[in-house]
Structure formats: structure tokens, C-alpha cells
């Protein structure tokens, strides 16, 4: 089963995006001063771009679990699941802060 550890080499990006959007989400409860460069467009930003790369691994991952004949990967799935949820989470608690 090595062509299982194809999958592997996908999950340390969805990490990444995963801690961004953690930080991002803690920067924007945590701080009191909107002077910050935590704004608007930087928080659509980084969950558009976390969201749509994450999608396209999700995407990737499906092509080539179809090519080698084996089955997809569920934890990278649910990878993607948590950033779509952090990057939902991301623009709703930034949009309900700005009130």
C-alpha cells in the first residue's frame, strides 16, 4: 500500500492553512485595537486563498486516488472540511466584530 502515502505528502498544506486561519480567528477575539493590520480585505484574503487551494488538493486528490484504483483519503478530506468551517468562521466573526 505505498501509493496510500501519496496522500500524506497533501496534508502538511491543509496543516498550514488550518493554523492561518486559527491565528487569524484568535487575532481578530483576541484584539481590542482595530488599528491592526487585521482588516476586511486581509481576512477574505486569506480564506479565499486558503479555501480555494485547499479545494484544488481536495480535487487533486480525487484524480489521483481515480488513477491508481484505490480509495480516496478521508482525513484529508476532513482537512478540507475544517478550513472550509475556518474560513466561514473567519469572515462571520470579523463581519459580526465590525459592528
Known amino acids: 500500500m505505498e501509493s496510500t502515502n ?11 492553512f ?4 486559527i491565528i487569524s480567528l484568535l487575532l481578530m477575539i483576541l484584539r481590542k ?11 477574505a484574503i486569506i480564506a479565499l486563498i486558503s479555501l480555494a ?16 484504483g484505490i480509495g480516496g ?8 472540511i475544517v478550513v472550509a468551517v475556518l474560513s466561514l468562521v473567519n469572515l462571520l466573526v470579523y463581519a ?3 459592528e
Do not use: C, W
Request: aromatic share 16%.
Open 18 to 21: 488550518i493554523i492561518v486561519l
Open 96 to 98: 459580526s466584530k465590525r
Open 53 to 68: 487551494v485547499s479545494a484544488y488538493l481536495t480535487y487533486q486528490i480525487g484524480i489521483l486516488s481515480d488513477e491508481l
Open 6 to 16: 501519496i496522500f500524506i505528502n497533501f496534508r502538511p498544506i491543509y496543516i498550514l
Open 73 to 80: 483519503d478521508a482525513v484529508s478530506f476532513m482537512m478540507f
Open 33 to 43: 485595537n482595530r488599528h491592526t493590520m487585521i482588516n476586511g480585505f486581509t481576512i
